[in-house]
């Protein structure tokens, strides 16, 4: 809970910055990066996040390393994450500045969750739907769980719609404790 609260809080701050600046697509495309690197490589994140290490030293190492790569502004961002001790929260930060960028371009992030994976002409029948629902473009996710045994769970905005298998049988269960037998 609490790192979502942060993410919010920062990356609200971040995309407000990056906004008045014009550097919507800049914090888009460096920070997107910098996420696919830390899910690479754990180990940035770790030496930024650990108290063992000083703050001159994680600042050495933001300049070092991310000084030429990104725009100033993202690079302070990331020393005041250093300085606040925020910077284990980096991956939902930048989770949640990517939907406020998405959000702003009018693209909506969908989580479809499938016992199998989707199928391209499941896909290509599902997107046109999701658009018409959300309003906007549609960027789809897909996740796979095989405990949902089919149908399909899917996340829009802070709406769920579980039309899974599991669901239904759990639906069934609960109707069966509540049926009286004399």
Known sequence: ?????????????????AR?????????????????MFESD???????????????????????????????????FL????????????????????RQVEYEKGITRVTVITAIPLEASEEQGLVPRLQAKSGGTVQLEKKVDPAIMGGMIVVLHDQIIDGSVR????????????????
Request: hydrophobic fraction near 45%; proline fraction near 2%.
């Open 1 to 17: 809970m609490i790192a979502q609260e942060v993410a919010q809080k920062y990356a609200s701050a971040l995309f407000m910055s």
């Open 20 to 36: 008045d600046r014009n550097l919507i697509d800049q914090a888009y495309d460096q920070f997107g990066s910098l996420a696919r």
């Open 42 to 76: 754990k180990s940035l994140l770790t030496f930024l996040s650990s108290p063992r290490i000083s703050d001159e030293q994680k600042h050495t190492a933001i300049k070092n390393v991310f000084g030429l790569r990104l725009d100033a502004l993202f690079v302070e």
């Open 79 to 98: 020393s005041v994450l250093v300085r606040k001790r925020r910077a284990r929260y980096l991956p939902e930060i930048i989770d949640e500045l990517n």
């Open 167 to 182: 669901h239904e049988l759990n639906l069934v269960e609960e109707n069966l404790k509540k049926v009286k037998v004399h």
